[in-house]
């Protein structure tokens, strides 16, 4: 039997010559009145429609794992469903995935678009032509707006020009009817035990304000370290420790293993939790597409780097590129083939891959950088030093212009963002980078987990752990809770993931020590390092009952590179570890090496 659908992202119009539109951040497309009234409309429709039907929401977020069915006729999955994770496929098998979506959800957008009429309906129909899924930038901003978590309905034009309440689709996905799989009729988010049923806005904001800009910014560093330090495909696209193949060279998180802290943040025990009924949140395909977004900008930055054979050539299940083939990732490689872009890229001067590194990079320092925040408490003598040594502690100063062509990104940092002036700057001196290194087994509780790291003693209370200052960051276990219907999980079984939880920036804003040198700093984390580690259904669970665990410290001897403007590993230098410090913690750095 022959398919149905190919995945062509959104059809192009016109000659198709015109270069593609960005998809935006969740917050410009919301002060766009005329697309984000598309939008919601759209994916509202997506979601109304008859969940037998292939391209309705239910359909389509099944793709992601259950109901663990085989898709639009093709091959079936590699075990029980189709999704790639802890592989180097992860970050392209999600690519036309989000294409599919994209375009199903821009089809129902004309199809709206056409019902508006007055003296104004060409700019509706524009509107939907230019529409494209928008993403979170969550290293950003952590907490969404409350149009996507807290706001239960959404005034919106409809198509006779009138505002009006609607229910807004962006908070849960209704089951019509409930799946045998889901306990529950609709999604939900950081459940509380006694209400496993309703989402718990205040939870979910306390735990991603542990994440945002007023806390530890570990999601905004981990993504400018992921962006500009891991070197390789293999270090950046998964989660699986990469021990002996050049992981400890890097010492930072993958793209995945900031995406699986994500997922498990935002869902605790609600579907975007676990992985096999993740895509059913609506906020499943922000986040995914924000990953998408770090991708291309991780391959500008890093030219020439790309899926290792033979994964590159292996097909991407079940997406059907045309009538005969699937997509495979070196089909990928260009977003503008599945005819989308992200502000980033809109108004680059050159096609040659060393200028769009340098002026990519300049944007990324401009978004993800180091920074001096003035909502963050001052700093003492102590640490009034500058973020990165070497450098005249910065001011604040009018937004750069690297920061005014990213339209459609994120603004909220350019009022918190502090760049360098070039013009009077010197040459950055040498510095150490201290971070500390999760190790532990996957798969091993059946449910999602998290490991939280501390600078001094946590809380009795669990709840206040992800803001209490003593908080530093966390990695998590983003996890199969059905593994026994997924072969690469099974197969998995016993695998090992790494994290890595930035420590830098926390002791530069701590009061509590002199400098960043191993002799302040080992002496001071031996005696107040501290690590809690917890399911996402709030069971604590201790160190010594975690599988595999090791919690390692170590300091990165990093240089900065001028043509690339940012820090890297120092020529000829590994990381060193620093066993002393956790050795005598359970679950701490293992003697040998």
Not at 303 to 312: D, T
Not at 474 to 491: D, K
Not at 563 to 589: A, M, N, V, W, Y
């Amino acid at each position: 039997m022959s398919h149905t659908v190919n995945v062509t992202g959104v059809p192009r119009g016109g000659s198709g010559l015109a270069p593609p539109p960005p998809r935006l951040d969740i917050r410009n497309l919301i002060k766009k009145e005329k697309q984000f009234s598309l939008y919601i409309q759209a994916l509202t429709a997506m979601m109304k429609a008859n969940q037998d039907e292939l391209l309705s929401f239910y359909s389509i977020a099944g793709v992601h794992g259950l109901p663990a069915k085989v898709w639009n006729n093709a091959k079936p999955p590699t075990g029980s469903w189709y999704c790639h994770h802890g592989v180097a496929t992860f970050p392209t098998w999600h690519r036309p995935y989000m294409a599919l979506f994209e375009q199903v959800l821009h089809d129902h957008a004309v199809k709206i678009a056409a019902k508006y009429k007055g003296d104004n309906k060409d700019e509706w129909k524009k509107a939907a032509q230019d529409l494209r899924a928008p993403y979170w930038d969550w290293a950003s901003e952590a907490v969404p707006p409350p149009e996507v978590i807290e706001l239960d309905k959404l005034n919106i034009v409809h198509s006779d020009g009138k505002k009006k309440a609607v229910d807004n689709p962006l908070l849960t996905y209704k089951f019509n009817p409930r799946p045998s799989f889901s306990s529950r009729d609709k999604t939900v988010r950081c459940p509380v035990p006694s209400n496993s049923t309703e989402t718990n806005v205040q939870a979910l904001k306390d735990s991603l304000q542990g994440r945002g800009p007023i806390a530890k910014l570990d999601w905004r560093t981990e993504t400018y370290n992921m962006l500009t330090r891991t070197t390789t495909w293999s270090t950046m696209s998964n989660g699986v420790s990469k021990h002996g193949q050049g992981g400890l060279r890097d010492a930072v998180n993958s793209l995945e293993s900031i995406h699986g802290d994500v997922h498990v943040i935002v869902g605790g025990g609600g579907q975007m939790g676990s992985v096999p009924v993740a895509g059913f949140d609506p906020i499943f395909w922000l986040h995914h597409v924000n990953i998408d977004r770090l991708l291309s900008l991780w391959e500008a930055l890093h030219p020439g780097e790309w899926v290792p054979a033979p994964q590159s050539t292996q097909d991407l299940l079940p997406f059907w590129q045309d009538s005969d083939s699937y997509w495979i990732s070196d089909a990928t490689r260009s977003p503008e083939v599945l005819n989308y872009t992200y502000p980033e890229f809109v108004g680059l001067k050159s096609t040659n891959p060393n200028d769009r590194k340098k002026e990519i990079g300049r944007k990324v320092n401009s978004l993800y950088g180091p920074r001096d925040d003035p909502v963050l408490p001052k700093a003492t003598t102590a640490s009034t030093k500058p973020l990165v040594p070497g450098l005249a502690k910065p001011s604040l100063r009018a937004p750069s212009p690297a920061l005014e062509a990213v339209e459609g990104a994120s603004a909220q940092h350019v009022a918190q963002h502090v760049l360098v002036d070039q013009s009077t700057q010197t040459q950055p001196e040498d510095r150490l980078d201290w971070t500390c290194r999760i190790r532990t087994k996957l798969n091993q509780f059946g449910i999602s987990y998290t490991v939280l790291i501390f600078v001094g003693q946590p809380p009795e209370e669990e709840h206040e752990w992800r803001t209490c200052d003593e908080y530093v960051g966390s990695f998590a276990a983003f996890v199969n809770s059905s593994p026994e219907e997924c072969e690469n999980c099974q197969e998995q079984a016993d695998v090992v993931v790494e994290g890595f939880v930035a420590f830098t920036e926390y002791l530069q804003r701590s009061d509590r020590v002199q400098s960043l040198e191993p002799e302040t700093i080992v002496p001071f984390l031996k005696d107040q390092i501290h690590w809690r580690i917890q399911k996402i259904d709030g069971t604590v669970v201790p160190a010594n009952e975690v599988q595999d665990l090791e919690v390692a410290v170590m300091s990165v001897p990093l240089s900065f590179s001028p043509e690339d403007q940012f820090f890297t590993l120092k020529e000829g230098s590994l990381p060193r570890h620093h066993p002393e410090i956790t050795t005598d913690h359970e679950g701490g750095r293992k003697v040998s090496p």
